[in-house]
């Protein structure tokens, strides 16, 4: 039980744009699908692409990759959390699109830079390859470069 100096502590909606911010501020996110009539979370590291107003990564073939072809509508939540009562939080519904040809490869080479630059910003190292920030490079399945176009996207926020 609290005494004397509680503080009030609020959650709020996050509007689009500090969503928006929140998706682009960060790379690391869990992405939530259904298989066989089951959810599923998963974490990924994504690229949120302005251009688009989606989400781009990379997975090798697996049963991830096989369910969302099954079922393309996926969601992806993303926070920042501080302390317990000073987080943020954000869940975008979205569409899975598998990308192919010089499109899947020029989008890959975007989701490096742009994870690249998030990490630098954020962490202050300097990855100089794919491989430092994903495990997938090394796997000896296909790489499935894919965009999840976002639907809709909300947020909410609790602040001391």
């Known amino acids: 039980m609290f005494m004397g100096n509680e503080r009030k502590v609020m959650i709020k909606n996050l509007k689009v744009k500090e969503s928006i911010r929140l998706l682009s501020d960060n790379y690391i996110g869990r992405l939530a699908f259904i298989s066989q009539g089951n959810p599923y979370v998963v974490p990924i590291t994504y690229y949120y692409d302005e251009t688009s107003n989606s989400i ?23 926070d920042e959390i501080t302390a317990v009562n000073n987080w943020q939080s ?3 519904h979205c569409v899975f699109e598998e990308l192919h040809g010089s499109e899947a490869k020029f989008l890959l080479h ?39 176009k976002i639907v809709e996207i909300t947020g909410k926020q609790r602040k001391p």
């Open 56 to 78: 781009l990564g990379y997975s090798s073939e697996g049963h991830k990759i096989n369910a969302i072809r099954k079922n393309p509508s996926v969601s992806l939540e993303v």
């Open 90 to 92: 954000v869940l975008a």
């Open 110 to 148: 975007r989701f490096a830079q742009g994870v690249k630059n998030i990490i630098v910003r954020k962490e202050k190292t300097v990855p100089r390859f794919i491989s430092e920030f994903s495990s997938k490079p090394n796997s000896p399945k296909i790489s499935i470069v894919f965009r999840i």
